[in-house]
């Protein structure tokens, strides 16, 4: 633990540590970090809900209360992770304080805190390969070169036109079914794929992580598919459509999924389970029951 001490002209003090639960985490774990004011007889204390802290992603923050018979603030706790290895130094919090017989605002800063965070990777597989050179290009026939655009073109725009098609024979399919009946078939076939099996375990949490998404879309008119974890978790944070177990369920469940897809976390056969178990948990919790579908319809 870290600690720095103000002394005021009347001798008073207020003491500030800096403390993180853990000393050695796996890359993409939670890390609480708490910063308190000790010894703070005499003093109010400010603490920032959502400071920056560099490279470390903050999930959540909570106000660290104490005192009897009235609490009062003295602190507040950081959730964070980050997805760098090494030792990593958590920048400090500025806290905003003054006397209880003031209305003068001070500034401070927390001492730093450091955490070393172990790598997933083994062996070679940390090692960052040199970028290959450029591979020599052949002169090209100037006719075969217009041909094969052309062709490129073509091609191109058949696919597109191909695509818009699919999505709007899919857009109309969802139309007539709930986002929930729409989920509850895609995770089916995902399933059927058997991709861990196969030794797909990125693909299957891919498939996943999309499926939630869109039916969060589809459900609730989130835009899920379109932001980063960190981003759709920020925006649905003051959501009402959404309970807090729920709030904290996505969010366990998005972060294990980001840690497959991008730490290259290999999962154990049972955390593949529970995840897959996680998203249909997820849309039992919060489809659309049939009463307020039919009460929906009779508006209209």
């Not at 006397?99 to 070393?116: G, H, N, R």
């Not at 940390?126 to 006719?143: C, E, F, M, Q, S």
Request: hydrophobic share 40%; proline share 4%.
């Amino acid at each position: 633990i870290l600690t720095f001490t103000l002394t005021s002209f009347a001798e008073e003090k207020a003491e500030f540590t800096s403390a993180v639960d853990k000393e050695k985490v796996y890359i993409g774990d939670e890390i609480t970090l708490k910063v308190e004011a000790k010894s703070a007889k005499g003093y109010e204390f400010l603490f920032p809900e959502k400071p920056n802290f560099g490279d470390f992603q903050l999930t959540g923050s909570s106000p660290i209360k104490k005192g009897w018979p009235k609490k009062s603030i003295v602190g507040r706790a950081y959730v964070l992770s980050v997805y760098k290895t090494g030792t990593q130094v958590i920048p400090p919090v500025q806290v905003e304080y003054k006397k209880k017989s003031s209305a003068e605002l001070q500034k401070a800063m927390s001492p730093q805190a450091s955490i070393e965070v172990i790598s997933l990777l083994k062996g070679s597989e940390k090692d960052i390969k040199d970028v290959k050179g450029l591979i020599g290009v052949a002169r090209i026939n100037k006719k075969l070169l217009f041909f094969l655009i052309v062709f490129s073109a073509v091609f191109l725009l058949a696919w597109f036109l191909w695509q818009r098609y699919k999505t709007f024979k899919d857009l109309e399919a969802m139309r007539k079914k709930a986002a929930h009946e729409v989920a509850y078939e895609e995770l089916s076939e995902l399933k059927e794929k058997h991709l861990p099996e196969k030794g797909m375990v990125k693909e299957f949490y891919i498939g996943l992580s999309d499926i939630t998404r869109h039916y969060l879309e589809n459900r609730f008119l989130f835009r899920a598919p379109e932001m980063t974890t960190e981003e759709f978790l920020s925006s649905i944070k003051e959501a009402n459509e959404l309970n807090d177990d729920q709030k904290r369920l996505l969010r366990q469940f998005l972060s294990h999924c980001d840690m497959v897809k991008f730490a290259k976390y290999g999962p154990t056969p049972l955390e593949i389970i529970d995840s897959f178990k996680s998203a249909e948990e997820l849309v039992d919790e919060t489809k659309l029951e049939e009463e307020e579908k039919e009460e929906k319809g009779g508006k209209k």
